[in-house]
């Protein structure tokens, strides 16, 4: 039995339990079904929510490689600032997780490609609420210019909801923008179409680039300046909603875990400037 419990500035953003039996597979170091469950109380600025899952999932991993095909059982309760009430649905969902780590030594820090590809999706049935297809793209880019001392950086975050409103599925599985490595500037999962009264709904797509070049300046501390831009839409065109801009700097400091990284950003939106601090544990822009 697992318990997670995570926090990001003045709200709680995860309160998960979770239990799993494990299968080995053929080769049980790089291969194996998990049969899980997990309840997750959620408590974030677009949604409150109670969810409990169950299902079986068969993992594979080798060098460069990561796959997890699973079919979950979720049961939703949750309202939104646009639907205050209590709302539930349940899904029956198929769903096929699958990361390609293409970096390589580089220096100070891998040089190449990481790639991840989330795609889940499920039909209208006695187990499903109602019929949608979902996919979110993740792209990270490293490459150095001075091998032991400076890196360029690029990220990409690509994903489409299709054959429903996102308004009409649970918010899980609506887009939003916001937060570390989707849009800094901006809180975590704060932005994104909003209703006629100018509520907080969730979108049917989203897009958000970020690039920067980082400084290493001694032993394993460095400097990071960068650019961000994006935003969720219901339109593919992002004539919905504005394209959000900012830039900022941070520190960071490499880790056996991971970098940990404070990032001050400043948005340049025209009509909605201001500052905001960020802090993280292994992930980047």
């Not at 009430?85 to 997780?97: A, E, F, G, M, R």
């Not at 793209?137 to 489409?160: C, D, K, V």
């Not at 830039?247 to 880790?255: A, K, P, R, S």
Request: charged share 10%.
């Amino acid at each position: 039995l697992h318990r997670v419990d995570r926090r990001q500035r003045q709200m709680c953003i995860r309160d998960s339990y979770m239990g799993q039996y494990i299968i080995p597979g053929s080769n049980p170091l790089n291969n194996y079904w998990s049969i899980n469950g997990q309840q997750s109380l959620l408590n974030l600025i677009p949604y409150n929510s109670l969810q409990t899952n169950a299902g079986i999932n068969n993992i594979y991993t080798n060098k460069w490689l990561s796959s997890n095909i699973g079919i979950q059982q979720y049961y939703i309760t949750y309202n939104t600032p646009a639907e205050p009430d209590t709302q539930s649905s349940y899904y029956l969902v198929p769903s096929w997780y699958i990361n390609m780590d293409l970096t390589t030594e580089g220096g100070f820090w891998h040089k190449g490609f990481n790639i991840s590809n989330f795609l889940q999706g499920t039909l209208e049935n006695p187990l499903s609420s109602s019929t949608f297809l979902r996919n979110l793209t993740q792209i990270q880019f490293s490459w150095p210019l001075m091998p032991e001392w400076n890196r360029f950086i690029f990220s990409a975050n690509i994903g489409f909801l299709e054959f429903a409103e996102a308004q009409n599925v649970a918010p899980q599985f609506r887009f939003y923008a916001g937060g570390v490595g989707n849009l800094l500037g901006y809180g975590y999962l704060s932005q994104g179409p909003t209703n006629s009264q100018g509520q907080l709904v969730g979108g049917n797509y989203l897009g958000t680039v970020s690039a920067g070049l980082q400084q290493r300046v001694y032993g394993n501390f460095s400097v990071l300046g960068y650019y961000n831009m994006g935003n969720a839409t219901d339109s593919i065109t992002f004539d919905d909603v504005p394209i959000l801009r900012a830039v900022g700097g941070g520190v960071g400091y490499e880790t056996p875990l991971g970098s940990i990284q404070a990032y001050l950003t400043r948005t340049l939106n025209k009509n909605d400037r201001h500052w905001r601090f960020d802090f993280s544990l292994g992930v980047m822009l």
